[in-house]
């Protein structure tokens, strides 16, 4: 399995046979996987959205939005228990409008599930914990 890292962006090929929470980056050695968020920028996008073959949870937030805000600790709980079944990022819409405006996002937050590039399933506004997590279920 091919996995980029959160810190370089580096692809990393994995054996199919080995954990991937023990996995490390062959380039800066660090873990293949934290149990956070990670945040994506134009120009980190591609590795973890279409080259990488983990999939990968997008929450399109910003920081005026208080919805954005009361839902990103269930986001980040979600990363802490389910890596490394799913990758989380966060895009902010403030700073990253390009990706915005590549995925037509006009609410916020907008949660995304994208496997190597295609985009399986879009919900708008946040979700309890509980709903994330069946939201989620459906796509594992």
């Known amino acids: ?15 199919a046979d ?3 929470q023990d996995g490390r980056c062959g380039k800066c050695k660090h873990a293949l996987f934290s149990g956070q968020p990670l945040e994506l ?4 996008f591609a590795a973890h ?5 983990l ?3 997008l929450d399109f937030w910003a ?18 228990e389910l890596e490394p079944r799913f990758r989380f990022a966060k895009v902010d819409t403030e700073q ?9 996002i006009r609410s916020i937050p907008t949660i995304m599930l994208i496997h190597q590039g295609k985009v399986l399933a879009q919900q708008a506004g946040s979700l309890p914990k509980a709903q994330f997590y069946q939201w989620l279920q459906r796509y594992s």
């Open 55 to 57: 999939p990968l949870v």
């Open 18 to 20: 080995r954990p991937l």
């Open 96 to 104: 990253q409008q390009s990706l915005a405006a590549r995925f037509a």
């Open 49 to 53: 959205a279409e080259k990488s073959e």
């Open 41 to 44: 920028t134009a120009a980190n």
């Open 63 to 80: 920081s005026w939005c208080g919805p954005c805000r009361s839902f990103a600790p269930v986001f980040a709980a979600a990363a802490a």
């Open 1 to 15: 399995m091919i996995i980029a890292c959160p810190h370089c962006h580096a692809l990393n090929r994995l054996p």
